[in-house]
């Protein structure tokens, strides 16, 4: 037919010129020829061959002017992709068809709305490839116009942002083909275009979302360019305006799929650019990073294998990523474990590399209500524990917090107190204890407990020291206790409660004597200290730790049976000569005052390193005869720095002791004992030493091991020989009148630091609900199934506070942070005193604390207060589901270009590194 027609209008001009009229192509146009239908793709190459012939003729200008009428006509009645293909290569070949003046604006805004209905509905490769070679020309048209109409692109691009920000018709959403629009507009248009879109006030929020997301699908549209650049300028110019609302929402709900397509080759490049963008920009919250971390290892395996230029670039994109994110969110060792192993033996960028990649793209600090907004709809932990709001940099609080909150004795105590108008910061922390209890969000923020418990020299918005903030909280809230008695009392009521003490003092308080022995005149002076918390220092590399005995580790403790003495021999009563940290010489007389080496029950992660076949059990208990010595595996454990930090030290050179019976300098040997062991023992480990180089805190980040259970020796008032148990022996000469209590502790919580000074870094805490009342052959048992069994009861498990986020972990996790991030390094640790039969002192303090769990639950107002918020959140969450619903554009099938069946390979190595294919919250399986 074609070669006809060709025939006809060649040898018979004239003749064709009369049938080839301007009805005739309106009726083709209209109504179709014979057996082509009107929606026939092959009218167009018909209309071509005949332009071919009429194009000179006078009549020409009439048949383009109808054409430009009809075409128009035609895209409005929303043309399948291969007419539009058809009519693309009529245009242009006779571009005088395409509309002009006003019409081609119209003719523009027309062809966006056909564009967007164009979806590939073949599977075949050939089809495929087909339908995008008909898109590509249709986005031509475009082109074509905009090149010799630049007026016509703005309102080009307005109508396409309606078009992508309206809600979808029913299931039918804008295909992802409009990409092939953009890669047309001029770069040098983009921050115009971007300003006037986030500064326009009639387009809402909800529009901004829509428009967002549904860009983001336009990553998988293959052959474009620049869409990459258009989504990150859109997103970059939301952030100048400040509507962090809209990138949260967009990142949380489309990282995801970003990632995904990372897998293909095809649209690699641009999905890489903008995740880089996404990951670097959100650091408020770890939530987006972790929503990728089940597909980490995956992607790297592919891409591993895969041995491409694009692969190459993406893995080594993909690892500075990963890094700079595990660098500027730590405190998930077991969420992070996985990937790490993974990754160790590939390149790690530099500390500066990573804090120049972090600060180029991050959104500006945002208000609390901003910050919290990405985890409003995030359920409650399973674990049935609620996390704390990041203030800004107030992970010291919150960790510490949560180690009080776990602290079970003194939550039950504070939480039964009554009468806290008069206690404001005590009762501001039972309403946050309350709340951290009850309530039903996932996390709340502590913003009023913040502004009544911040020291008046803490910076706000600054990193500060958690040890410290620890002793401020506890200082105040013993003094506030101590002026509301003397308010409340009489001075007889009043004298009870002072010799009874004040909750921080029952809960917290211990007691040490120091005594100083001037090695002249043997006059001893002594001095007694309450204390909160033991400040225990590390030992230099040079110290040798079996030098801090002064009684040889080899002889037998005194066990919780009851208080004995201990009868000395030559080697009990001899003394070593000992360099301490500060370079002074610790006691070498013949007379020296006796210690007793602290013991460690239980498990330390120091013993499993220096020898796997032995098992996890290190015990330096009674009959044990090895000395402690500094490996290279593991150099210190708590129990190493405790015996330093009771051990003597010699007073000699600048630092000698003005004696006052001889009434000047003279050297000494001063000691320190602990004569009260407290309910709560908080150990805080000194990590910082100042550098007179750098002029600032640095930090040690030696490893130190932790016993889950530890033995304190505690000196007290001696007793009758028959209280003295079996195989207790009795002390004499210079102990005489006194005798060393073995005190048993148990491990309730640590707070870990992640980093390098104290001025930076991020804290967050492992803790665990240590009632107390176990044997202590219970507590050797627990300790082996928290190594070894996946059983867990109230006591053996571990759970992990990181701000907002809270998981299980276990004990194993705790010992084992260091080891594999060597940044993090424990800082704080509570132990909590093991209930004793025969231990008076602690006995009392047991009782006190059980009597004060009697008391009712909660305060009527402020159960009233909780149930009213719980109320509310799941108000909010019902506001917010729907408000989701509303703004979340319906998602379209993936193209048949992006489909990939996981090969059985993968599934497998999906299942190696644990994580749940059908859990939706992309955590780990524990």
Known sequence: GKEVLEAFA?????????????????????????????????????????????????????????????????????????????????????????????????????????????????????????????????????????????????????????????????????????????????????????????????????????????????????????????????????????????????????????????FYPIVREGALSVLSYLLLSFQQSPEAFHLLLPQIPQLISALSAEESDTAKHCLTQLLELTHCLLFRFPGFPDLYQPVLELIKDLPVPSEGRMKLLLSQNAWEPQKTDQVSFCHRLRPKSQTGKTGLVNLGNTCYMNSVIQALFMASDFRHAVMSLKYCDLLPLMGKLQQLFAFLEHSQRPAISPDSFLAASIPAWFNPGSQQDCSEYLKYLLDRLHEEEKRGSQKTRTSSSAAAADEKGTLIKRMFGGKMVTRIRCLRCHNISRREEAFTDLSLALPPPNHSLERSFIISPSQPMVETIGPSRLSPSKAQRQTFPSVRSDGKHEASEERGVRIVPVETVGHTDRAASLDSNKGLDHTLSSGTSGEQTRTSEASLSVPDLINFFLSPEMLTGENKYHCQKCSSLQNAEKVVEVTYGPHYLILTLLRFSFDLRTMRRKKILDNVSIPLVLKIPVRVASREPESIGPGNVGSESSTEGSAYVSMTYDLGSVVVHSGLSSESGHYYCYARECDGGASEKQSDRDADAQMSGPQRTSENQWFLFNDTWVSFSSFESVTNVTTHFPKDTAYVMFYRLRPSQHAEAERECILDAHKLHGGKSLDKELSEAITKDNTLHLQEQEREVRHRASLSPSTAEPPIWLKRPRSHKEKIQHKKWGWCEDCGNSMPVL
Not at 70 to 99: D, F, K, M, N, T
Not at 202 to 219: F, H, P
Request: hydrophobic share 45%.
């Open 10 to 262: 060649h040898h018979h001009q004239g003749e064709f010129e009369e049938f080839f009229n301007a009805r005739f192509v309106l009726d083709l146009l209209q109504q179709g020829y014979v057996p082509l239908g009107k929606r026939s793709p092959q009218i167009f190459d018909y209309l071509q061959v005949g332009l071919r012939y009429v194009a000179e003729s006078p009549s020409s200008a009439d048949f383009f002017h109808l054409l430009q009428i009809e075409v128009l006509r035609i895209i409005c009645e929303r043309p399948g992709p291969e007419l539009c293909a058809r009519l693309a290569r009529l245009l242009s070949r006779y571009p005088q068809s395409v509309p002009s003046g006003n019409l081609q604006t119209v003719f523009c805004q027309q062809l966006i709305q056909t564009i967007k209905l164009f979806h590939c509905q073949c599977d075949a490769e050939d089809d495929v490839v087909t339908f995008l070679e008909h898109v590509t020309k249709t986005s031509g048209m475009l082109q074509s116009v905009w090149r010799t109409n630049v007026t016509s692109i703005l309102p080009s691009l307005k109508e396409l942002f309606i078009v992508i920000s309206s809600p979808g018709e029913g299931s039918i959403v804008p295909s992802n083909a409009l990409a092939s629009v953009v890669q047309f507009v001029p770069l040098e248009m983009m921050e115009g275009v971007v300003r006037n879109l986030t500064n326009e006030k009639n387009i809402s929020d909800a529009q901004m979302l829509t428009a967002l997301c549904r860009m983001m699908e336009w990553l998988s549209w293959p052959f474009t360019k620049n869409t990459d650049k258009w989504i990150i300028s859109l997103m970059k110019g939301v952030a100048a305006v400040k509507k962090f609302a809209i990138l949260i929402e967009v990142t949380l709900t489309k990282i995801e799929e970003v990632f995904s397509k990372l």
